[in-house]
């Protein structure tokens, strides 16, 4: 058998869970990433300093590296079409094309998308001038509001206004202020929608859609989802929401519609396709879309995939995603995310991290690392979000427990954890009111191998 180079780009915990996974397969080869990071580099890829939206650079670092596959992980890159550039020299890919990946890149674009084709998302209008955005959320006078910047803002260009002062200095922070820079030039002010938040994240080439396990984050800085935004704190798989019926109502009235609306745009999406989704009172609806695996989602999604990764980002890149059989492991999984103190604001750099072994890992867990770097022997922060620490369990309690079992094994300076994470799910769980049917909940926990004990 062939083994393959693989070149991943990206530096954060998503992409250290894509490695990690990929090293599995007994087609990988040797793994090379750019930038990575700490842990990355610790686990034995060779890493090096092209940066992530270097086009011309990763396309000469994959002649280099002679790379037989190349994962482009991060949305900038992808927004800006370095799998074009790739493909153009002839190497193969894991990532939608530039004009796929314009279904993260521009939220007016996927607002429109959606109205065209009747896929359900909250209501919404479009401005580029503040002061007609500001007539209309006084207008509708309806709060909270939700301000979304168009473009790419590092996951927090979403600001949830909760009164007619907060609309007004979004609008005039993002618009007049360019807060996100060109991003945030348009804005879309979006209908408030209630119920829980679901994401899935989808394998798809184009014609077949395969989700994988649903998950659920948790965005907020603090405990209680309070204070600011933040890339996500902390992640659970599955998410017991995300009932059979639901996902038999995504796959039918959201999933292939946006796939086959895609391909009516000349857009045709391949690689991993993330719905960001709400369980309103009147069915799942989009919140938003993005053009790549989520982060922390992907670290708690991928442990659980029974299978080989490889094979099916070849089977994406070939277009025979019909013929691969995907599997999931039974149970539940949980990460916690450690950061900087400070985080998502100001953070120091440099403080070092003890309690892992060698290779940054726990023998009771498996740690992806995303802000980190090695300096002289030594493992050092190098982020907001340091580490992602993660563990499957039996059942989403044991994963739960066994994750902050293992975070107290971890220190260093003014580290900053929610202690949270999960809670809202195992409510969920405990408490069959949470669903609409309780058949709903019978079913859920029979796919799931779920068994509370009380």
Same mark, same amino acid.
């Given at each position: 058998m062939d083994k393959m180079n693989i070149l991943v780009i990206g530096s954060g915990g998503r992409?250290?869970?894509? %490695? @990690?996974? =990929?090293?599995?397969?007994?087609?990988?080869?040797?793994?090379?990433?750019?930038?990575?990071?700490?842990?990355?580099?610790?686990?034995?890829?060779?890493?090096?300093?092209?940066?992530?939206?270097?086009?011309?650079?990763?396309?000469?670092? +994959?002649?280099?590296?002679?790379?037989?596959?190349?994962?482009? +992980?991060?949305?900038?890159? =992808?927004?800006?079409?370095? *799998? !074009?550039?790739?493909?153009?020299?002839?190497?193969?890919?894991f990532g939608p094309k530039k004009a796929a990946a314009i279904i993260e890149g521009s939220k007016v674009f996927s607002k429109n998308l959606m109205k065209k084709y009747g896929i359900p998302t909250a209501a919404y209008e479009v401005f580029d001038n503040s002061k007609d955005a500001i007539a209309y959320v006084k207008k509708q006078n309806t709060y909270p509001a939700v301000i979304k910047a168009d473009g790419l803002a590092l996951g927090k260009g979403v600001i949830l206004a909760q009164n007619e002062a907060e609309a007004v200095e979004a609008i005039k922070e993002m618009i007049d202020g360019r807060k996100f820079g060109d991003s945030s030039a348009t804005v879309v002010v979006e209908e &408030? =929608?209630?119920?829980?938040?679901?994401?899935?994240?989808?394998?798809?080439?184009? #014609?077949? *859609?395969?989700?994988?396990?649903?998950?659920?984050?948790?965005? @907020?800085?603090y405990d209680n989802d309070e204070g600011l935004n933040t890339g996500g704190m902390g992640t659970v798989a599955p998410n017991p929401y995300y009932t059979s019926d639901v996902a038999a109502e995504c796959m039918e009235k959201i999933f292939m519609p946006t796939i086959n609306a895609m391909n009516a745009e000349g857009r045709t999406?391949?690689?991993?396709? &993330?719905?960001?989704?709400?369980?309103?009172?009147?069915?799942?609806?989009?919140? $938003? &879309?993005?053009? @790549?695996?989520?982060?922390?989602?992907?670290?708690? *999604?991928?442990?659980?995939?029974d299978g080989d990764l490889l094979e099916i980002m070849l089977a994406v &890149? !070939?277009? @025979?995603?019909? !013929?691969?059989?995907?599997?999931?492991?039974?149970?539940?999984?949980t990460c916690v995310v450690m950061a900087s103190g400070g985080y998502p604001l100001s953070y120091p750099k440099g403080l070092e991290i003890t309690g892992l072994d060698e290779k940054g890992q726990l023998d009771c867990a498996e740690i992806f690392h995303a802000g980190t770097k090695l300096s002289e022997g030594k493992l050092l922060t190098n982020g907001g979000r340091v580490l992602g620490v993660t563990c499957r369990g039996s059942n989403l309690s044991d994963a739960v427990?066994?994750?902050?079992? +293992?975070? #107290? #094994? %971890?220190?260093? $300076?003014?580290?900053?954890y929610r202690k949270d994470i999960g809670q809202k799910a195992l409510k969920a769980l405990f408490d069959p009111s949470q669903f609409d049917y309780k058949q709903d909940l019978e079913d859920y926990l029979e796919e799931n191998g779920i068994y509370i004990r009380q």
């Open positions: 992409e250290h869970a894509i %490695i @990690r996974k =990929l090293m599995q397969s007994p087609k990988c080869g040797k793994i090379y990433c750019t930038p990575g990071n700490g842990g990355i580099a610790a686990d034995g890829a060779e890493c090096f300093s092209v940066g992530a939206t270097d086009i011309d650079g990763v396309v000469k670092l +994959a002649k280099e590296v002679k790379a037989d596959l190349v994962v482009v +992980a991060p949305d900038d890159p =992808l927004v800006l079409g370095m *799998v !074009d550039a790739l493909q153009a020299e002839g190497f193969k890919t &408030y =929608l209630t119920g829980p938040e679901v994401s899935v994240l989808a394998f798809t080439d184009g #014609k077949t *859609v395969k989700p994988m396990i649903s998950s659920m984050d948790h965005k @907020r800085a999406f391949e690689g991993c396709l &993330y719905f960001g989704l709400m369980i309103t009172p009147k069915g799942p609806k989009v919140i $938003e &879309y993005n053009c @790549r695996f989520g982060d922390p989602e992907t670290q708690v *999604v991928l442990p659980m995939l &890149y !070939d277009h @025979r995603l019909a !013929d691969i059989d995907i599997k999931w492991h039974v149970g539940a999984c427990n066994s994750a902050y079992h +293992a975070v #107290k #094994k %971890i220190h260093f $300076e003014n580290a900053h």
